[in-house]
């Protein structure tokens, strides 16, 4: 059996990237400040970093699949030029009440469903409690509970932070820029100053 291993689930728009709304265009993607350099420490800390994006503006008719793909193909390539490697892009094109019909469905896979998280988890054979869940939203929350992940993440990079999120998240950091170093302060060992029983 594979051994498993801890993973970062990130939520696209508004965590890697500005949300400027259905961001379908590589000229109207921009990467947040910080990110990539806290993308690739993860790396280094022995993460893998795993996409999972709710894109309905694919069910919506706001852009194509083939729209989001090319997209998807340039910040894959975007990222890996600066020496991070995504182990796994997920992402749902299903709305309800979307106009087209192909993808309007109720489905598991788009968040707050954890759909995308457990495909991942058992694909890439990922520790879910040794995990952490990366978004600006409730349903990034609600998902990575739903999927058992260890630590969910919300950061202030995107929609305006509800207090319905902040209490469904453990953490609310600035950015996904932020989260290496408050990983690292968790793990710190305890150190021994000082030990009454060695006299």
């Known amino acids: 059996m594979a051994k498993s291993v ?12 500005v ?6 265009e590589i000229d109207n993607f921009e990467f947040i400040d910080g990110v990539i350099d806290a993308m690739r420490e993860l790396k280094k800390m022995g993460f893998a970093l795993v996409v999972v994006t709710n894109q ?26 600066r020496d991070v490697d995504l182990d796994g892009i997920y992402y749902c094109p299903h709305h309800p009440q979307g106009s087209v019909e192909e993808f309007r469905q109720v489905c598991d896979c788009r968040k707050p469903h954890p759909g995308m998280l457990l495909s991942a988890r058992d ?4 520790d879910m409690a040794a995990s952490y869940m990366v978004g600006d939203k409730l349903e990034d929350m609600q ?18 932070v509800t207090p319905e999120a902040e209490n469904a998240a453990d953490w609310v950091l600035n950015s996904l820029a932020d989260l290496p170093q408050a990983i690292k302060k968790q793990q710190k060992p305890a150190v021994m100053i000082k030990d009454e029983r060695l006299k």
């Open 19 to 24: 949300d400027h709304g259905y961001v379908h």
């Open 143 to 160: 998902a990575a509970a739903a999927a058992n992940v260890g630590t969910k993440v919300l950061v202030r990079t995107g929609k305006p």
């Open 56 to 81: 309905s503006g694919i069910a919506r008719g706001k852009f194509t699949e083939a729209q989001f793909e090319t997209l998807t193909e340039w910040m894959d390539w975007s990222l890996a030029d």
């Open 6 to 17: 801890p993973a970062i689930f990130l939520d696209r728009d508004g965590t890697i990237n």
């Open 123 to 126: 694909y890439l054979h990922i």
